[in-house]
């Protein structure tokens, strides 16, 4: 029998191939009705792809536990006689997750692209693999071969725009994301990349009007979606100076929905850390935060996650879980293989150290730390808005240990990619008088206020 993307699957009848298709347009529009289809693998008795897809599926969420039940599942999928060359690539390529070789998995994903097209979930995975490895070349590989098989399909936009804007190709980015949206509303993933497009270009007043307007179709959306759609808009708010609601975003949308999920977490550890680095208050929701980060200490699935548990552990003073986890990670870096080296034992040690002396206000040490990891950061995962937060970190610790030339440097490049944030203005014209450039810092100054009055008047507030 063929699922509706036209493609064969072995051993299949139709409440099979009805839970597949279900499968995948519930994962591309990021719904949280798993549940059914997990429901119809537990009965299934002979298409291998249904428990190699719930392998997939409870893999993805990051945990042990996850990963003790997608072996389990791939037991079942093995002892299923008759699987044809595509399942058989879908086992091989989740048995290399399951072994802690995301490369490897990542490599079989894109050969499934390139010979089954058709296959969007392939496709989806293969990109979360290259996500997780910062691998933006392979992330629009993957995107550009789905594209010439799927012209048609909104999703398949959604998923070649992120790649694109992942290559710094922002403006072919944004059209693709935008032809999305123009083919069907409720697209929550070309709604994110089309955010990351207005973020990277500074356009912060359209991203929070943009954002505002689809975010009602987010109301069915899984956890990661829902708050990670809701943190974009906090980074809008925050760069706009509208500091307290991205608190009560905070508050109302990105932490609460699912607290035990790894990418609710990160959601919540990165906003808190952003606000805190513009002077707010985030009173005890460290420590809230941290109070389920106990069972991470080892997970090590990605090392762009880990910096972030540990970061929060550091911030909430949870200093035994905090020894703990930067030993685990020394240990995992030890014995990382070598295509993954540079992200565990160049990047994320140095980093984690400079992460904890921040938390610990050892600015020198960890501006020394940061600035030996922030070379190799790309392969630890993560977008390039997310990875921006441990440069802020950077830079914060550079301004505090009186390294002024270096962060001028910083700011001013930041200032040239995005000249609309007020906020960058304001720390430029700081150093600037420290370094006795008094002209700059005025000028600096009347950029910032300036700015700062030309979004208040967009509000309809007065200045």
């Excluded at 036209?6 to 839970?19: K, M, R």
């Excluded at 109301?219 to 009560?248: G, P, V």
């Excluded at 949308?253 to 985030?282: M, P, Y």
């Excluded at 300036?450 to 979004?455: D, G, I, P």
Aim: some cysteine; charged content about 25%; hydrophobic content about 45%.
């Amino acid at each position: 029998m063929r699922d509706g993307q036209g493609l064969e699957v072995a051993n299949a009848d139709a409440n099979a191939i009805a839970a597949l298709d279900f499968l995948c347009e519930e994962w591309l529009v990021f719904g949280k009705r798993f549940d059914r289809f997990m429901a119809a693998v537990d009965t299934e008795e002979t298409c291998a792809l249904l428990p190699v897809m719930a392998a997939n599926l409870v893999l993805s969420m990051n945990s042990q536990e996850g990963r003790a039940l997608g072996a389990r599942y791939m037991v079942r999928a093995k002892a299923m006689p008759g699987a044809g060359a595509r399942e058989k690539a879908w086992i091989e390529a989740t048995d290399a997750w399951l072994a802690g070789d995301g490369a490897r998995s990542l490599a079989i994903h894109e050969k499934l692209v390139a010979e089954w097209p058709r296959d969007l979930l392939a496709g989806k995975l293969g990109q979360l693999h290259a996500f997780n490895q910062g691998d933006a070349e392979a992330l629009l590989r993957i995107g550009e071969l789905l594209l010439a098989a799927n012209e048609d399909n909104h999703y398949v936009r959604g998923m070649y725009a992120f790649g694109l804007e992942e290559c710094n190709r922002i403006d072919e980015a944004e059209a693709h994301a935008r032809k999305a949206i123009e083919m069907q509303r409720k697209d929550p993933w070309a709604h994110h990349a089309l955010a990351h497009c207005l973020e990277a270009r500074g356009r912060l007043v359209e991203g929070v009007a943009f954002l505002e307007s689809v975010g009602d179709t987010w109301e069915d959306c899984n956890s990661f979606m829902y708050t990670h759609n809701w943190w974009h808009l906090a980074l809008f708010l925050i760069d706009l100076d509208r500091l307290d609601e991205a608190l009560a975003l905070f508050d109302k949308r990105v932490w609460g929905v699912w607290k035990e999920f790894s990418e609710d977490q990160i959601n919540a550890i990165s906003l808190l850390a952003r606000l805190e680095l513009r002077g707010v208050d985030v009173g005890e929701r460290w420590a809230d935060v941290a109070s389920y980060l106990g069972q991470r200490l080892h997970d090590h699935f990605v090392p762009f996650l880990d910096l972030q548990y540990l970061y929060a552990l550091a911030r909430a003073g949870r200093q035994s879980a905090l020894t703990e986890m930067l030993a685990s990670l020394e240990d995992r870096a030890e014995s990382a293989k070598p295509f993954e080296r540079e992200a565990w034992a160049d990047c994320a040690v140095p980093a984690a150290h400079g992460l904890a002396a921040h938390a610990r206000g050892d600015h020198a040490e960890a501006a020394r730390l940061l600035g030996q990891a922030m070379p190799h950061l790309q392969p630890i995962g993560g977008s390039i808005a997310q990875r921006a937060l441990f440069g802020a970190i950077r830079l914060d610790s550079l301004i505090k240990s009186g390294w002024n030339d270096a962060a001028v440097k910083i700011l001013q490049a930041d200032e040239r990619e995005r000249p609309s944030v007020p906020s960058t203005k304001r720390a430029l014209a700081d150093l600037y008088r420290k370094l006795g450039r008094a002209e700059q810092a005025m000028t600096a100054d009347y950029q910032a206020e300036q700015l700062a009055r030309k979004y208040l008047a967009v509000r309809g507030v007065a200045a």
